[in-house]
Every structure is written in C-alpha cells, then in structure tokens.
C-alpha cells in the first residue's frame, strides 16, 4: 500500500525554481533512499514534504495515507505522521537525553489535544523501547546532548522523532560526519525500526551505505528523478551511479 504519494511537485526559493516536476511514492514499511550528488534536490525535496518553507511549493499534490497535505502547515502534518529529522539534528544541547525524549512526550500530548476530535493516534514508541533500539542512549541519559557524540546527537534526534507519533521517518543525511563503527550502529537501528513497521524516507550523501539498507531508491538532479528502481536495479546501473552519483 502507498504511504506517499508526491505527485508532479514544483517547488520554489523565492523565483528560482528548484524542485521540478518531481513524482515519488513511499510503500507503506518499507526503506527508500532519495540520492544525487549536492544541491540535487534532496533535502528540498524533505521539506516540501514536510510542509517547510521555503521551498514554496507551488503545483502539483502531496499525499499522505491517502489525505492532500499538499497546503497544510508543518505542525499539522507532523500531528498526521510525518517526522522529519533534519541534517543538523537540533538536539536541545542544554538537556539530557532524558529530557530531550521527554519534551518530545510534551510536544506530542499538546499536539494531540488540539487533534483529539480527530482521532489520530496518541503514542509514540515507548521510552524502554527507544533504548533498546540505541542502547547508548541508555548509558547516556543523564548526560547532556551538548556533550555527546556526534553519532549519539543522530540516535537522540532519531529517537525523539520515534517518541512522537511517527508513521513516516524523514531522515536527512543519518550518516554525515559518523565515523564508520558509528554509522554501522545507526544503521542497524534504521534496520530494525523497518522492520518493526516504520516506513523510512533517506536521504544520503553516502549513496553506497544507502542502497545497501534501500528497498527502493530515487535519483535526483537539479531536482528532477532521474531514476527510480529498486535498490538491486541501482547497485548494477553503473552508468547511472557514475553519472550521478559519483559512485
């Protein structure tokens, strides 16, 4: 069953016109990776979807479990299932893992109040789970987000988006600046909340990494798809991998 559907999306900063005509759509459980070299695309792509602006998404239709979020705002499309975990993480640097988890309990009960008459649902994956996906955050949790890892910042923003009511994980660039036994750790986390039924939307600068834990993967360029296959499909098209990818 399609999850997402982004159907002949333009998008916008300011006049320059950077998201062009761009289709995709997202199965409900399973991983697909949105690749291309820098400035393809991607993250614009992400926030488009998220209801960030800019861009500005100016035609074409976004929907979400069969619902045009195409002009809804970000806070309402997040109450809907959207979780967008962005590059830079954004971890409250001043808090502990702890009270970063639970602002995002906060958040999620504020939100849901104001959804109620709309019956969506009103819980996140629990506490003791989300250590059991990042056992690091455990040994951490009385420790400020300020002072951990790079690696262990992408688990705790990764984390505080599962602790709200998250369907659709948006990740963009999980792996940036990890080093490899880190990225290794982040990456058998993203395996196994596929597998427990969160459906992953990637995007990875590291096309190698990402096709190797993709379902489905997307090739972008000056915005456009270029691509679109299964992640197998991908790993054997060299001429497309060194055209636009690098790889």
């Known amino acids: 069953m399609t999850l997402l559907d982004v159907e002949a999306i333009d998008g916008y900063y300011g006049e320059s016109h ?31 979807i998220a209801g960030a602006t800019p861009p500005d998404v100016r035609s074409g239709r976004i929907q979400f479990d069969g619902t045009d979020i195409t002009d809804e705002p970000p806070e309402d499309i997040a109450v809907r299932g959207i979780s967008l975990v962005p590059e830079e993480r954004r ?3 001043d808090l502990t893992v702890a009270e970063n988890l639970h602002l995002a309990d906060t958040v999620r009960n504020k939100a849901n109040t104001l959804w109620r008459d709309l019956n969506f649902r009103d819980e996140g994956m629990s506490t003791s789970d989300i250590y059991e996906y ?3 955050l455990n040994e951490r949790r009385s420790q400020k987000a300020g002072t951990l890892s790079g690696g262990e910042q992408q688990m705790l923003a990764i984390a505080r988006a599962l ?16 080093a490899p036994q880190i990225i290794e750790a982040v990456e058998n986390a993203i395996r196994r909340i596929s597998e427990d039924g969160t459906t992953i939307l990637l995007v990875e600068q590291n096309a190698l990494a990402a096709m190797k834990i993709a379902d489905r993967c997307y090739v972008l360029d000056r915005g456009r ?13 060299q001429e497309t991998r060194e055209k636009y990818l690098g790889v």
């Open 18 to 48: 950077i998201i062009q005509d761009l289709s995709l759509s997202v199965d409900d459980g399973e991983i697909t990776a949105l690749l291309g070299r820098n400035g393809a695309g991607k993250t614009s792509t992400l926030r488009c």
């Open 91 to 93: 971890v409250f640097s």
């Open 134 to 136: 990042f056992p690091r």
């Open 163 to 178: 602790h709200q009511s998250t369907d659709l994980l948006m990740l963009d660039e999980p792996y940036e600046g990890l």
């Open 225 to 237: 798809v270029v691509f679109e296959g299964p992640a197998e499909e991908l790993q054997a098209d």
